[in-house]
């Protein structure tokens, strides 16, 4: 089919909003969504999952694009970020090893359990048709499963997609500017002393999502606000989530909440936020060398110079900080300043006695943060939460 004029359809529906890993089978889709659309080219498929789910939060109908062997790779995201948030993603996975058509030896189980993974994971989806008009018809119904906050998916076969050529090449380079390492040894925070640090430098224009674990349930603690988003699943998504969020979001102040165990398991996921660059984001890092949520079991953050690789990526700052004060005082100048910034703390192996559980369900939460960033007076655009 002529993927110029489905690509049209998706705009017309309001998909503009883009994020994936290549296949293929899907080439023409997705150079169609670089050449015309807004298009973020994630370390994975679950990156992108994440991605696409901050920019839903933030106002884009959101589409993902990968292929089946990918999808596993999004199954975190898939099964406990956008189903217990209900995030509706309208994607796009082809099918490699289609059963019956010859390819390569590894695509041959994944070809054969696609269709049940998406049946498990409670996915709605459908073959796309090679036929322009029944493709048209298609997309209709899974805008309206979308516009119900259901997720829809498209199973894409060899051969869907007539030639688009790629006319816009993406290149961006962000050289950082600032890297400070650590000069002195300091006492270390507990995490909750750093969160309530930095919550206490939120204004009326900052959005804070906290990472998985008791992160997020120690913030909840020292205030369950609006402007928070305790991200329960999904380890290791959350500066993704921050990524899409902050690019649909640009007047928005995102603030990230990282823990090593979580940075580590996706931490390409830098290397995308260095490329991509917004500039309203601050990702701060809670190192404590350990999973700390699960029992104080050692990661492997020991020998790892976050600040460097942070730095490497593109972030314009990335920034050792020594203390609460440094912290505080970092917070604020990156309010005035901005640019992508990643800071770095250390902090100690404890966690606050008898926490509590955010007490409102993941999607009220989400809920919650939109209306407040849609109502906030210096941004008001609701597109997509219908
Ligand atoms: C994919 C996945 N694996 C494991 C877990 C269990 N888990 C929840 S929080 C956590 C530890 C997070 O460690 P870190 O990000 O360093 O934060 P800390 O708890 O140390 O503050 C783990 C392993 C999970 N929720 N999801």
Redesign the pocket.
């Given at each position: 089919m002529d993927t110029k004029l489905l690509g049209e359809e998706l705009k017309k529906l309001g998909f503009t909003f883009f994020s994936g890993v290549p296949c293929s089978f899907l080439k023409s889709l997705i150079n169609y969504a670089i050449n015309e659309c807004d298009y973020v080219a994630a370390a994975n498929e679950g990156d992108a999952v994440a991605i696409a789910s901050g920019a839903y939060i933030g106002g884009k109908k959101s589409v993902v694009l990968m292929q089946n062997s990918g999808l596993t790779n999004a199954i975190?995201p898939l099964t406990s970020l956008t189903y217990p948030f209900r995030i509706p993603l309208l994607g796009f996975v082809s099918l490699r090893g289609e059963p019956g058509i010859s390819d390569e030896p590894q695509h041959e189980l994944m070809g054969r359990i696609t269709t049940k993974i998406l049946d498990t994971m409670d996915v709605e989806w459908q073959y796309l048709s090679k036929d322009l008009e029944e493709a048209q018809n298609q997309l209709i119904q899974a805008n309206e499963q979308i516009a119900r906050r259901r997720p829809f998916f498209f199973v894409v076969k060899k051969g869907t997609f007539d030639k688009e050529p790629l006319k816009k090449l993406q290149t961006s380079i962000h050289l950082n500017q600032i890297q400070q390492h650590g000069h002195t040894d300091h006492p270390m925070p507990t995490?909750y002393e750093a969160l309530s640090a930095i919550n206490s430098m939120k204004d009326d224009n900052t959005v804070q999502l906290a990472?998985?674990?008791?992160?997020g349930r120690e913030l909840y603690e020292i205030e369950d606000a609006a402007n928070n988003l305790y991200m329960v699943?999904s380890?290791?998504c959350i500066g993704s989530l921050g990524l899409g969020l902050a690019l649909s979001q640009p007047g928005k102040d995102i603030v990230v909440i990282?823990?090593?165990?979580?940075?580590l398991?996706r931490m390409g996921s830098l290397a995308t936020n260095g490329y991509y660059h917004p500039p309203n984001m601050v990702h701060i890092l809670?190192d404590?060398n350990?999973?700390?949520?699960?029992g104080g079991q050692s990661?492997v953050s020991h020998n790892v110079d976050f600040i460097d690789i942070a730095a490497s990526c593109g972030y314009t700052k990335s920034i050792y900080v020594h203390s609460l004060d440094e912290l505080k005082a970092f917070l604020q100048e990156w309010k005035v300043d901005k640019g992508l910034t990643f800071l770095y703390l250390k902090i100690s192996k404890y966690s606050k006695d008898q926490l509590a559980r955010p007490h409102m369900k993941p999607h009220e939460v989400k809920e919650r943060l939109q209306r407040f960033i849609y109502n906030s007076p210096l941004k008001g655009k609701e597109v997509g939460d219908s």
């Open positions: 975190s995490r990472t998985t674990g008791k992160t699943g380890m290791g990282d823990g090593d165990g979580s940075l398991m809670l404590n350990a999973h700390e949520s699960t990661t």
